[in-house]
């Protein structure tokens, strides 16, 4: 008769994975669609493109704003923050969980670059742009690095406000806006197209989802009980562990 921790363990990892499918299924298709020069996703682009990049020149001061914005959550900006986050865990004696937070800010920032390579889209052409970026432009690396870091930092955390309702609202709704808000402003910037943040929205999340799902498996390898990660983050002992 199989275990029943082995049984949730199952059952866990392949609801994961059918998120991480979920998610990359439309980032595929938006890739080959990008890649394929679809006429009706460029003009969808335009569409939402063009009314912002409109707002975006009647409104400098809010193009400041964003500006900052964008600069403060930079995928850089991230990798710092997580860089600090798995110092921060080895401190506690967190080993695993600091190599988990290493591997998933890595892989998932190479793969962001090699994929914009692979892709090769050129940025959005104005004729009076309010801002400039370098680069090319899917997945976007802001949007991609938003949600995934959003995703390590808020699964990592959670431990830390198990009995903390207010406290465990407000973490999941600093990882869910500002991603998002991050998005929006590099397409009000004119520094990418819909599309191009959609998709690395998806693809940071995924591999948030995908690397937890590793993770649990690793844990299930050494007999220690399946968690709820929505719930209980991927590993609810590190706020015990000093």
Same mark, same amino acid.
């Given at each position: 008769? @199989? ?8 059952? *866990? ?18 890739? $080959?669609?990008? $890649? ?7 003009? &969808? ?12 020149? #009647?409104?400098?001061? &809010? ?17 710092? =923050? ?27 920032? +190479? ?20 801002? *400039? ?22 699964? $990592?955390?959670?431990?830390?406000? *198990? ?7 407000? &973490?999941?709704?600093?990882?869910? +806006? ?8 590099? $397409? ?10 959609? #998709? ?5 999340? =995924?591999? +948030? ?15 220690? #009980? @399946? ?16």
């Amino acid at each position: 008769m @199989p275990d029943d921790n082995d049984t949730s363990l199952g059952v *866990r990892l392949g609801v994961a994975g059918a998120a991480a499918l979920l998610l990359l299924v439309p980032f595929a298709l938006l890739t $080959v669609l990008v $890649v394929g020069n679809w006429a009706p996703l460029h003009d &969808l682009d335009r569409t939402v493109t063009d009314p912002l990049h409109s707002f975006a020149l #009647a409104h400098p001061a &809010l193009v400041r704003v964003m500006v900052v914005w964008c600069f403060v959550f930079d995928p850089n900006s991230w990798r710092i =923050a997580a860089l600090a986050l798995a110092i921060w865990l080895l401190r506690r004696g967190a080993r695993s969980l600091a190599i988990w937070v290493a591997i998933t800010m890595t892989f998932g920032g +190479v793969l962001g670059v090699v994929l914009k390579l692979l892709v090769g889209r050129n940025r959005p052409e104005l004729l009076d742009p309010v801002a *400039r970026a370098a680069g090319l432009s899917f997945p976007s690396g802001h949007a991609l690095n938003n949600a995934l870091g959003a995703g390590v930092f808020v699964l $990592v955390l959670l431990p830390f406000v *198990r009995d903390r309702p207010a406290r465990r609202a407000a &973490l999941w709704l600093a990882a869910t +806006v500002i991603p998002l808000l991050t998005a929006a402003c590099r $397409v009000a910037l004119g520094v990418h197209w819909t599309s191009d943040v959609v #998709a690395g929205l998806l693809l940071g999340v =995924a591999v +948030v989802v995908a690397m937890a799902a590793g993770y649990e498996t690793w844990r299930g390898r050494f007999g220690r #009980a @399946p968690v709820r990660v929505a719930e209980e983050g991927v590993e609810p002992d590190v706020a015990r562990e000093a």
